[in-house]
């Protein structure tokens, strides 16, 4: 079994940076593709990006490619995303989702394991 938990959301302003990240108890992390996913009040929760389960591939929404990075430090049982120039389009809950030997899919229904989620609130 695989807990996750969120941290580093907030408030910041347009065009600043937050980095978001996921610590994963257990000691099979890196078997576990990594996601992170992100719901906006009265949407439905949409992929964000992922990681494959090795680490050597990433793949992101388009409206967040080019702003948005993924990593995975499997030391450190941690999967982090690094969001520069935010838009306040960009304001949701974040979600962090493990797959068990994933390749980093854009499906929520792939992963097995949730996280409770983080506020990113990005002001104009």
């Known amino acids: 079994q695989v807990q996750l938990v969120e941290s580093g959301g907030g408030l910041v302003q347009a065009g600043g940076s937050l980095r978001l990240s996921c610590a994963a108890s257990g000691r099979t992390f890196s078997t576990y593709a990594m996601g992170w996913f992100r719901q906006a009040p009265g949407k439905e929760r949409e992929f964000v990006a992922a990681?494959?389960?090795?680490?050597?591939?990433?793949y992101y929404a388009d409206s967040v490619k080019g702003r948005f990075t993924v990593s995975k430090d499997n030391a450190k049982n941690t999967v982090y995303l690094q969001m520069n120039s935010l838009k306040p389009e960009d304001t949701a809950v974040y979600y962090c989702?493990?797959?068990?030997w994933g390749k980093g899919s854009q499906l929520p229904s792939e992963y097995e394991h949730w996280g409770q989620g983080t506020q990113v609130t990005v002001s104009s």
């Open positions: 989702a493990a797959d068990l």
């Open positions: 990681i494959s389960w090795s680490g050597s591939s990433a």
